[in-house]
């Protein structure tokens, strides 16, 4: 694991958005897997700015959406397909055919799952993730206690996710008890993987992944078995978290 510790949320977005940025140079038909939630919203900001700035070409990406709500069709507002579609795929004209996101409302779901694990594999696997962190640990919707060996799947969301998340629906009753996610296994079979946390509410989760051991009971500490696992977060995530110099680049 190597940490790259920055100020706040502004130079987290800038750190973040060259990592993908250096991605998409290098390889123009590169596959990332990307995340929402409110964490990568700067991040897809400045990546928009630098790709127009650079007139990179985008046309031949590939991305692969971690989760999407069970019930929520495309158009919801609060829809992850929403989100995507406002924050990235729309200022960067990604098509319909480049970008996947797991279907919320697929009339059936454990197909919808493996029609997803089909698409990762027929692309040639994920070769750049993004995440962002819930406070209880989770990545994508894989909530505490997810087998390591998990695939694409359809979870119960826990109630502190659901208590959490729910700020992002106008009601909070909306706010979906179910999602679909990549699993476990999906996530940490891609080629290089960049976790993102910032602010003092993530700072339980940093302590817990920084000092704590590998454990199912909180799934992000998986990535640290991950040969090529960056994390950037902020002071304010960071703050009291005891970080072994040898991993860490401060900015
Ligand atoms: O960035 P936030 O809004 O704190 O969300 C944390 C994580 O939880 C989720 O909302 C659930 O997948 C992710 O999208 C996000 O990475």
Redesign the pocket.
Known sequence: MHIIKVKNDRELSDKASDFLLEEIKRNPKAVLGL??????EGTYRELIKKIKKEKLDVSQLTTIN??EYVGLSEDHPSSYHAYMNHHLFKPLGLTKEQTHIPKGDAPDLEAETKRFERIIQECGGIDFQL????ENG?I??NEPGTSFDSRTQVVDLKPSTIEV?SRFFDNKEEMPRRAL?LGIASIMESRRILLLASGERKQPAMKRLIEGPVDEQFPASVLKNHPHFTLIADEAALSGVLIDEMNQTKI
Do not use: K, R
């Open positions: 995340a929402t939630g409110s964490t990568p971690l989760d995440l962002g962190i819930g989770h994508g919707f998340n996610t």
